[in-house]
Nanobody, 123 residues
Framework: QVQLVESGGGLVQAGGSLRLSCAAS????????MGWFRQAPGKEREFVAA????????YYADSVKGRCTISRDNAKNTVYLQMNSLKPEDTAVYYC????????????????WGQGTQVTVSS
């Protein structure tokens, strides 16, 4: 089992940047592929980005491609989401998640979730 704790959210103006972090504890972090999801008010949770165990493979939702970068540091048991050129429509609670699958973009394929961190982008 793995426990996940997100941080780094906050209030930022449109066009700004934020770096989210997700610290993992428990079983070997490098055993897991990691993903970021988000949920805006009144909407379903949606996929944002995912990376495999090494960080060598990455996949992004079209809505964030070119603006976000997912990375991980297995020595620090941490996965990151660098978000640039933020837009008001990026406002959401951002969650990190872990899966033992090689990589996944579907919410149901992730077994472990953090509590989320709020990102608010003002126009």
């Amino acid at each position: 089992q793995v426990q996940l704790v997100e941080s780094g959210g906050g209030l930022v103006q449109a066009g700004g940047s934020l770096r989210l972090s997700c610290a993992a504890s428990g079983r070997t972090f490098s055993s897991y592929a990691m993903g970021w999801f988000r949920q805006a008010p009144g909407k379903e949770r949606e996929f944002v980005a995912a990376t495999n165990w090494s960080g060598g493979n990455r996949y992004y939702a079209d809505s964030v491609k070119g603006r976000c970068t997912i990375s991980r540091d297995n020595a620090k048991n941490t996965v990151y989401l660098q978000m640039n050129s933020l837009k008001p429509e990026d406002t959401a609670v951002y969650y990190c998640a872990a899966t033992l699958l090689p990589m996944a973009t579907t919410e149901s394929h992730y077994a472990y979730w953090g509590q989320g961190t709020q990102v608010t982008v003002s126009s």
